[in-house]
């Protein structure tokens, strides 16, 4: 079934990259949550790059504050559509907002691990 009206090619990917930047933008205008996050990746992925010995060391201390992000990200994107749908208290809204809050502290759980992990395995 060919789709009609839809963007291919580069022109899809550049809207694409647009989409992207505008998630970005938009986390880090409205998100104090992901500021913060995104100032510990500041610190944290070059301090994973340099204490790593190498490339496997790196990409576990990397891949997680990276999670990181994208959990948060997600996170965010949650709460988005459950403010959009309604600001009332609603159990199941409230029970969202809680898992992808959960999520986030996995993700850092899982963060803590791998940096013990690697780094006390010296």
């Known amino acids: 079934m ?3 009206g839809k963007p291919r090619g580069f ?3 550049w809207r694409a990259f647009a989409a992207t930047g505008k998630g ?5 205008r409205e998100e104090a ?3 913060q ?3 510990f990746a500041l610190v944290a992925l070059p301090l994973g790059l340099w204490l790593g010995h190498d490339g496997l060391e790196r990409a576990l201390l990397v ?3 990276l999670l990181v992000l994208i959990v948060e990200l997600l996170n965010s994107a949650i709460e988005a559509v459950v403010d959009r749908v309604g600001l009332e208290r609603n159990a199941l809204a409230g029970l969202a907002k809680d898992l992808g809050s959960a999520a986030v502290f ?3 759980v899982l963060l803590a691990a791998v ?3 690697v780094l006390l395995d010296r």
Do not use: N, Q
């Open 2 to 4: 060919i789709e009609r």
């Open 33 to 35: 949550a992901f500021r």
């Open 63 to 65: 891949a997680p504050v």
């Open 24 to 28: 970005l933008a938009g986390a880090y």
């Open 37 to 39: 996050e995104l100032a």
């Open 11 to 13: 022109t899809r990917l």
């Open 115 to 117: 940096w013990l992990l």
């Open 106 to 108: 996995v993700a850092f």
